[in-house]
C-alpha cells in the first residue's frame, strides 16, 4: 500500500486522480485535484461521504474548492454531474482563505446551494481582502515592501496588478458558519476534529477523524514543500513563525500513524517525521540568518532574501520571498537576536544584537517553498 521515498515519508500507493475524476483513499473519503496556473501544479481536494440529516439522502462535504478560474468551474461541473453523481454536495468546508482554496466558494455554494463553514478569521480575511479597491490593494502592499527595501521594478509589477487577492478569487459567499479550533463535525457518521493553526493563514483548519486516523492537513503540513510563512502588508506587526511552529506541535500531539491528505503532492504516512523535518526547515533558515549577521552590522529585509533564497527570482516570487525573509527577521527581533531600525526616509534596518549566538556551520535548504 505504501511506496518508501529516501525522505523518509510512506506516500500512497494511488496515483493522483485525473481531471474531473475521483478515487478514494479512506472509507468515503475520496481524492480529487485541480490543476493551478503556478509553478506548484496542482491542488489536493476531498469529497467526504456524507448523509442529509433531514432525510438520510446520500450527500457529499467538500474539503476546498481550487482557484477561482472558468477551468476549475468546468472540472466541478464535469466531476458533479459523473463521477460523484451519485450523491448531492451539501456542504463546503475551507481551510483557509487562499485563492487555490477558496476562490470558488461563492460560485460552488450559490451554484449548489451548499451550506459554507470556515473559521472567522479565514472568513474575514478573505472577505475583507477581496473587497479591497485595487488602487488602496496595491498602494497599501506597494509602500510595506518599499519599507522593507524591495527593489522599485519588484514593486512596479505588483502596483500595475492591483488587487492581485480577487485575481484569483470570486465573489466570496454571502455568509458562513464558524467552524472552531477544538469544535467538532459530524460528517458521514463519523466525528471529525477541528484544529485550526496560525503562521501560513491566521486561523487555517485542519480536520481529524480519530476513527480512521486520518489528518486533512490543508497546507500546514506538505511533503516536499514547506509552506510559506510570511508578513504581509495587511497583518505587519505579527509575527507568524511562532504561529506555525505551535500549530506542528500541536499536531504532533496525533497518532504517528496517522494518514495525512495534504493539500499538495501525495498523500502520506510519517505526519510526526513530517512535523520534525518542516521544524528543523524553520530552525535552519534562522541559523542562516544568524550566519548572514556574523558577516555585515546591519542588512535591509532586500539583503536577507538573498541568504535565504540566494537563487533568482521572478517578480512574483521575490514578493513571496520577502514576505517568509521578513516573517524569519521578526522572529529574531522577538527572540531579542536582532535590533529593528525604522527610520522614516530609508528601508528598515535589522542589526545583531549582542544576544545573537555566533553560528559558523551552514546548512543547505532542503525545502522548496509553497507560496
Ligand atoms: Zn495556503
Redesign the pocket.
Known amino acids: 500500500m505504501n511506496t518508501h521515498r529516501d525522505d523518509g515519508l510512506d506516500y500512497l500507493d494511488i496515483d493522483p486522480p485525473q481531471a474531473g475524476d475521483l478515487v478514494e483513499v479512506a472509507p468515503g473519503i475520496h481524492w480529487v485535484r485541480m490543476p493551478l496556473p503556478l509553478a506548484l501544479d496542482h491542488i489536493n481536494l476531498w469529497l467526504l461521504e456524507d448523509t442529509d440529516p433531514a432525510d438520510g439522502s446520500p450527500t457529499w462535504t467538500i474539503i476546498d474548492t481550487g482557484m477561482g478560474t472558468r477551468l476549475t468551474k468546468e472540472i466541478w461541473r464535469t466531476l458533479l454531474e459523473g463521477p460523484a453523481a451519485g450523491r448531492r454536495p451539501a456542504q463546503l468546508i475551507a481551510t ?1 482563505y ?1 485563492p ?2 477558496c476562490g470558488l466558494a461563492g460560485w460552488l455554494t450559490q451554484t449548489y446551494g451548499l451550506k459554507f463553514r470556515m473559521t472567522e478569521g479565514e472568513w474575514m480575511i478573505a472577505s475583507l481582502l477581496w473587497r479591497v479597491p485595487d488602487e488602496d490593494y496595491a498602494g497599501s502592499q506597494d509602500r510595506f515592501f518599499a519599507r522593507y527595501g524591495i527593489p522599485d521594478e519588484v514593486r512596479t509589477f505588483h502596483r500595475e496588478k492591483g488587487n492581485e487577492y480577487r485575481n484569483g478569487v470570486g465573489h466570496p459567499p454571502e455568509g458562513f458558519e464558524p467552524v472552531r479550533n477544538g469544535g467538532t463535525l459530524r460528517i458521514g457518521g463519523r466525528e471529525w476534529s477541528v484544529i485550526t493553526c496560525g503562521g ?2 491566521t486561523d487555517h483548519a485542519c480536520l481529524y477523524c480519530p476513527e480512521l486516523d486520518v489528518l486533512i492537513s ?2 500546514q503540513v506538505l511533503p516536499q514543500i514547506s ?1 510559506i510563512i510570511s508578513v504581509w502588508w495587511y497583518k505587519e506587526g505579527l509575527s507568524p513563525l511562532p504561529d506555525y511552529l505551535d500549530g506542528l506541535s500541536r499536531l504532533r500531539t496525533l497518532p504517528a500513524g496517522t494518514l495525512v491528505l495534504p ?1 499538495h503532492r501525495q498523500p502520506f504516512h510519517g505526519l510526526h517525521t513530517r512535523i520534525d523535518q518542516l521544524s528543523q526547515h524553520h530552525a535552519d533558515r534562522l541559523d542562516d540568518l544568524r550566519r548572514g549577521f556574523a558577516a555585515v552590522s546591519a542588512m535591509a529585509a532586500s539583503d536577507a532574501v538573498k541568504i535565504l533564497f540566494p537563487r533568482p527570482l521572478d517578480a512574483m516570487n521575490m514578493l513571496f520571498a520577502a514576505g517568509e525573509t521578513i516573517a524569519h527577521l521578526e522572529h529574531l527581533v522577538r527572540l531579542g537576536e536582532l535590533e529593528k531600525d525604522t527610520p522614516s526616509n530609508a528601508a528598515i534596518s535589522y542589526k545583531a544584537t549582542p544576544s545573537m549566538p555566533p553560528h559558523e556551520d551552514i546548512k543547505d535548504s532542503a525545502e522548496d517553498i ?1 507560496f
Open positions: 483557509h487562499h487555490d482554496h501560513h493563514t490543508g497546507d509552506p493539500s509553497h
